[in-house]
């Protein structure tokens, strides 16, 4: 606020504290008290929206407020990769021989996958391929499953999935290996 509007906001509060004192002492029983009353009371309100309005030390016209604007809203990013081929075992990691693994696969990338079961050795004791399915139509969860020999020997071994694609010019598929999990054959 500039020094020389300051004294214009003493001098017309000082008017108006008079003039809501003439009210006060007549009881509100004069229409002259009033009136003046209500017309100060106006031109303050007017005066002070006015030089409030046109002291903001904008930057040119179109400023109304002395106060920073709200920045624009910035966009959304979504540069984060999702993640894919996420595997979970379904059940426990101890499995009887002879009985079916079943793995949810969340956001596949690819249509058929490779189920190896692996010794310590990284020997393959057995190996199948799945492709995705769904337990039924309304669901979104994808799934695939092995079913393990009985021949296979009890114990710890590795259950590793991989997905198959075969690329351009290329009659073999290949490979790409997504994850190993640590089981216990009973």
């Known amino acids: 606020m500039r020094i020389k509007y300051f004294f214009i906001y003493i001098a017309v509060g000082v008017a108006f504290l008079a003039v809501s004192l003439w009210v006060i002492l007549t009881a509100g029983k004069n229409a002259k008290a009033i009136g003046a009353k209500y017309k100060l009371g106006g031109l303050m309100l007017t005066t002070w929206a006015m030089l409030s309005a046109c002291t903001c030390n904008g930057t040119g016209p179109g400023v109304v407020t ?23 075992l379904v059940g426990d990691l101890s ?13 596949p990338t690819y249509e058929t996958y490779l189920l190896q079961v692996k010794d310590s050795e990284d020997k393959v004791l ?12 309304e669901s ?12 296979l020997p009890a114990g710890d071994v590795k259950l590793v999935v991989s997905g198959l694609y075969k690329e351009e010019g290329q009659e073999e598929e ?8 640590d089981i216990t054959l009973l």
């Open 126 to 137: 057995q190996e199948e391929r799945s492709a995705l399915y769904k337990e039924n139509e």
């Open 95 to 107: 499995i009887k021989r002879g009985e079916v693994v079943t793995i949810r696969v969340d956001s």
């Open 140 to 151: 979104y969860d994808q799934f695939i499953r092995m079913t393990l020999s009985k021949s």
């Open 66 to 88: 002395c106060y920073d604007p709200v920045p624009p809203e910035q966009p959304m990013c979504y540069d984060v990769v999702a993640p894919v081929n996420q595997l979970s």
């Open 174 to 181: 290949s490979a790409e290996s997504l994850y190993a999990f």
